[in-house]
């Protein structure tokens, strides 16, 4: 047996001089013949519930990440008084943008109008807009104009929520500020928020409401300043290079995803004729049709069991109304209930009834609408509509201080009161001495008639 050991070591050191230095090659052998591996296309995929589940969306939040790692490592690599690489810059809604808005309309099951040539228009184009077609420039900037309250505004915002689309938004009130540049520097901070939310994953746009109004020119009286101009430049410079938006102070040359920019506003011909040129701004002049605007006032009497004849009728009745016309209409409805309410508790209780009230707000029945009530309050909307055309009192008050034709219909009927018992006229005036030195002073007098007598022997 021991023989049988020894001799072992020795075969095995013939073999390894044999193959080190007499010259023989060592056969080598394919893996594959010893272990058969079967070749095959191997994916690895995480269950929703699974541990690794969230490695496949962005479920995360970076600062509260770095807020659990505070006080896992020696306090030698913290710093002090909350300056260590584990303490977070943001809180949790500092780095979430201002401008984003949530929509949570849905036409299918609440009722709402969408038009359809509305409809047709903005989806078209975001949607060119997120596609690479073949040897084509799309215009980034889709520009919706039209009338005051027809209703733009709250179609764009059916359309998002239809989408699926939370858009950044801003007014016409941020584009001017004190401060030189600042409104430009916010325009492209918007859109470098929203591009930011598309590289998540998630579909968005740049909304701006009532263009005209912040960058347009409205007269010879309006003021352009540089904000203006810089506002304008900065749209027509992202509408030319939609994937390189710069922050002023930071010039990467990362290209970023596009964002497609949709704009509203009443008369684009006050806008700087080069930035609504076809090349940068796609034009759509929304004007609602008949059946845009019957679709519309259904939609805002759904819930009022108004018949939809009875609203054919009321939108076929007041033809030159813009559609917000019917919703202020709807609102008037209410006017009784609350006039019923404040002479209930009394016009002295109603700060504590309605501010900060134990009991909450009041809660209204809903009221009985019909055709005649809808009809006497819209009668009564049009009459104010033409007293505000009718009086134009800013002209009146710069030629005189009387109110023009403001009260021509009482005048006429003679029932104008002209304030004949407010200010007494021709009421006489007590007359006599008034100076205290004379024999005869009285004081009771309020005109020196020249009756005076002095004693000059005292």
């Given at each position: 047996m021991a023989s049988l050991v020894a001799k072992a070591p020795v075969a095995a050191q013939a073999a390894t001089l044999k193959s080190s230095f007499l010259g023989s090659k060592p056969q080598?052998?394919?893996?594959?013949?010893?272990?058969?591996?079967?070749?095959?296309?191997?994916?690895v995929v995480c269950q929703a519930g699974d541990?690794?589940?969230?490695?496949?969306?962005?479920?995360?939040?970076?600062?509260?990440?770095?807020?659990?790692?505070?006080?896992?490592?020696?306090?030698?690599?913290?710093?002090?008084?909350?300056?260590?690489?584990?303490?977070?810059?943001?809180?949790?809604?500092?780095?979430?943008?201002?401008?984003?808005?949530?929509?949570?309309?849905?036409?299918?099951?609440?009722?709402?109008?969408?038009?359809?040539?509305f409809m047709d228009k903005v989806v078209v184009h975001l949607a060119k807009n997120f596609m690479k077609l073949p040897n084509i420039k799309v215009p980034l900037i889709l520009g919706v104009w039209g009338g005051k309250g027809q209703g733009k505004t709250f179609q764009m915002e059916l359309i998002f929520s239809k989408l699926g689309i939370n858009p950044i938004m801003m007014s016409a009130g941020e584009l001017e500020s004190g401060n030189a540049g600042e409104p430009a520097a916010l325009i492209r901070q918007r859109y470098r928020e929203a591009s930011d939310v598309i590289k998540k994953g998630k579909m968005c746009c740049l909304f701006i409401n009532d263009l005209d109004a912040g960058a347009g020119r409205m007269g010879g009286t309006t003021q352009y300043t540089v904000n203006n101009q810089m506002v304008n430049a900065t749209l027509m410079n992202i509408a030319d290079n939609p994937t390189n938006v710069q922050l002023p102070g930071m010039?990467?040359?990362?290209?970023?995803?596009?964002?497609?920019?949709?704009?509203?506003?009443?008369?684009?011909?006050?806008l700087y004729a080069p930035?609504?040129?076809?090349?940068?701004?796609?034009?759509?002049?929304?004007?609602?049709?008949?059946?845009?605007?019957?679709?519309?006032?259904?939609?805002i009497f759904r819930l009022d069991g108004v018949p939809?004849?009875?609203?054919?009728?009321?939108?076929?009745?007041?033809?030159?109304?813009?559609?917000?016309?019917?919703?202020?209409?709807?609102?008037?409805?209410y006017d009784d209930e609350v006039r019923k309410w404040v002479a209930k508790i009394g016009v002295d209780n109603v700060s504590k009834h309605l501010v900060n009230s134990r009991t909450g707000p009041p809660k209204f029945e809903q009221p009985p609408m019909n055709l005649a009530t809808l009809l006497a309050y819209g009668n009564m909307l049009v009459k104010e509509q033409e007293n505000v055309k009718r009086v134009q009192l800013a002209d009146t008050y710069l030629a005189s201080a009387a109110l023009g034709d403001a009260n021509k219909d009482q005048m006429e009927q003679g029932t104008f009161f002209e304030g004949g018992y407010?200010?007494?006229?021709?009421?006489?005036?007590?007359?006599?001495?008034?100076?205290?030195?004379?024999?005869n002073y009285d004081p009771t007098v309020r005109s020196d008639d020249g009756s005076c007598v002095y004693d000059f022997a005292q």
């Open positions: 080598a052998k394919a893996a594959s013949a010893a272990l058969p591996v079967k070749k095959a296309n191997a994916r541990r690794w589940g969230a490695l496949g969306r962005d479920g995360s939040d970076d600062q509260q990440d770095i807020t659990r790692g505070f006080g896992m490592v020696d306090s030698a690599f913290q710093g002090a008084q909350g300056l260590g690489t584990h303490k977070a810059v943001l809180s949790s809604y500092d780095y979430v943008s201002q401008g984003q808005r949530s929509l949570q309309w849905d036409n299918t099951k609440d009722g709402y109008y969408i038009a359809p040539a010039y990467n040359k990362d290209e970023i995803p596009r964002v497609p920019i949709i704009v509203t506003g009443n008369d684009f011909s006050t930035l609504i040129r076809d090349g940068r701004m796609e034009k759509f002049y929304w004007a609602p049709t008949r059946d845009d605007r019957v679709g519309v006032a259904q939609g939809e004849d009875d609203v054919t009728q009321l939108v076929d009745t007041f033809p030159g109304q813009s559609i917000d016309f019917f919703g202020a209409l709807r609102a008037r409805v407010a200010q007494q006229v021709g009421v006489p005036v007590p007359a006599g001495c008034s100076d205290p030195n004379a024999v």
